[in-house]
């Protein structure tokens, strides 16, 4: 049986669904322009992640594989799927090895920065710390997910495809019409530094744009996430995303003018859709 998309006009509710397994009807996923072949997780996979880990500030093997889309929840347990150790190392979501033995290393090192200190530091100042502790072919991506771990998301994790979303939002185009560019080496620290530091800023400008203002909640209330799970949530889904935001009333309506009969049920979705626009 297929799920069904739940009407809201909120871009985080909207979008954050997409994130997780479903039976979504691929021709609604095909009118809101999400790709088919968009990686989900599990729900209770993400909250395990979330209070175990992300809350508990710890970065370890499994925070690893999850930011390489190579976890699955199987009988109440969190599971590393077989592709994320081979040859007696882990793999990063690029299949590249990163030698276990210096990936705990680094952990360590991550790991023995105190609360008071990491918070009296900037994303330079804890990056440029561990940069050189890290294994090869653990990335700046990588690097900027460990610091999100370790500081409990108060400064917010890096993916291409939420900064893609970001920047979509704020100029209103499709996200397939952004471009990004590659990630620097981890060592160009400064475009590292600038990389994270746009998004985080483009992050915080969009945080008092009228449209998105009740996205974000009351900021003088927010807890130590510099944005909550369900808007990055949703980023990282609409940085896949071939169809604009804005435009989601209007692909909807052009859907079902030109639904036939035969398509009554898909009718009534993309019509209860709709009407959580207007």
């Known amino acids: 049986m297929k799920s069904k998309v739940v009407p809201t006009n909120s871009f985080a509710d909207f979008y954050s669904?997409?994130?997780f397994d479903n039976s979504i009807d691929p021709r609604i996923k095909t009118i809101i322009g999400i790709p088919s072949d968009l990686g989900t997780i599990s729900k209770e996979a993400e909250a395990w992640i979330t209070n175990k880990r992300l809350k508990k500030g710890i970065f370890d093997n499994y925070s690893l594989a999850w930011k390489s889309g190579k976890v699955f929840w199987q009988n109440n347990t969190l599971c590393l799927k077989d592709s994320f150790i081979s040859d007696g190392t882990y793999r990063n979501g690029y299949g590249s090895p990163i030698n276990i033995q210096d990936f705990e290393n680094y952990c360590n090192t991550l790991n023995c920065i105190s609360q008071s200190d990491w918070k009296?530091?900037?994303f330079e100042d804890l990056y440029s710390s561990i940069v050189k502790s890290s294994p090869i072919n653990l990335g700046p991506v990588y690097i900027c997910t460990s610091i999100f771990f370790k500081t409990k998301g108060n400064l917010p994790i890096y993916d291409q495809f939420a900064h893609k979303a970001i920047r979509a939002l704020?100029?209103?185009?499709?996200?397939?019409d952004i471009y990004i560019g590659s990630n620097p080496g981890?060592?160009?620290?400064?475009?590292?530094v600038t990389m994270y530091n746009e998004y985080y800023q483009l992050v915080g400008k969009l945080q008092f744009d009228d449209a998105f203002r009740t996205e974000f909640g009351d900021l003088s209330k927010r807890n130590t996430e510099f944005i909550s799970?369900?808007?990055?949530?949703?980023?990282?889904?609409y940085?896949?995303?071939?169809?604009?935001?804005?435009?989601?009333?209007f692909k909807l309506s052009l859907a079902i003018d030109n639904l036939t009969e035969e398509n009554e049920d898909l009718r009534s979705q993309l019509e209860?859709?709709?009407?959580?626009?207007w």
């Open 17 to 19: 669904q997409f994130y």
């Open 186 to 192: 981890k060592t160009e620290i400064n475009k590292v």
């Open 239 to 249: 940085g896949h995303c071939f169809n604009s935001w804005f435009d989601i009333p």
């Open 170 to 176: 704020i100029c209103e185009m499709k996200p397939s």
């Open 229 to 237: 799970r369900k808007f990055d949530q949703a980023l990282w889904v």
């Open 120 to 122: 009296n530091l900037t």
């Open 272 to 277: 209860e859709l709709n009407k959580a626009f």
